[in-house]
């Protein structure tokens, strides 16, 4: 019932900025909390951050605090990620999840319902 689909990756040297963006179909957008995470090659998917319903409420996995800013925009469907002072360690897919059954946020992959395809970031030295 939900789709997702990130844009936004690409390639950046160390210290540069990226913003990503993840569209979501439908008027569930403004009922989900939306999660993004990343997955570097061989490694787990992990937590990057998420924001809650209205917008109101952000939280970051402590290996990005300070460099990456999750923000919303219910009246266009789309939640973002800004990444800056990238670095190397950053190189993952990223994804976008939405969480349509709790208003609560999670770091846990298996608490979203809904995932987008992921889109590739790339962190030069």
């Known amino acids: 019932q939900v789709q997702l689909v990130e844009s936004g990756g690409g390639l950046v040297q160390a210290g540069g900025s990226l913003r990503l963006s993840c569209a979501a179909s439908g008027r569930t957008f403004s009922r989900a909390v939306m999660g993004w995470f990343r997955q570097a090659p061989g490694k787990e998917r992990e937590f990057v951050g998420a924001i809650s319903r209205r917008g109101g409420r952000t939280y970051y996995a402590d290996s990005v605090k300070g460099r990456f800013t999750i923000s919303r925009d219910n009246t266009k469907n789309t939640v973002y990620l800004q990444m800056n002072s990238l670095k190397p360690e950053d190189t993952a897919v990223y994804y976008c999840?939405?969480?349509?059954?709790?208003?609560?946020?999670?770091?846990?992959?298996?608490?979203?319902?809904?995932w987008g395809q992921g889109t590739q970031v790339t962190v030069s030295s």
């Open positions: 999840a939405a969480d349509i059954v709790s208003p609560l946020w999670s770091r846990t992959e298996r608490s979203y319902d809904y």
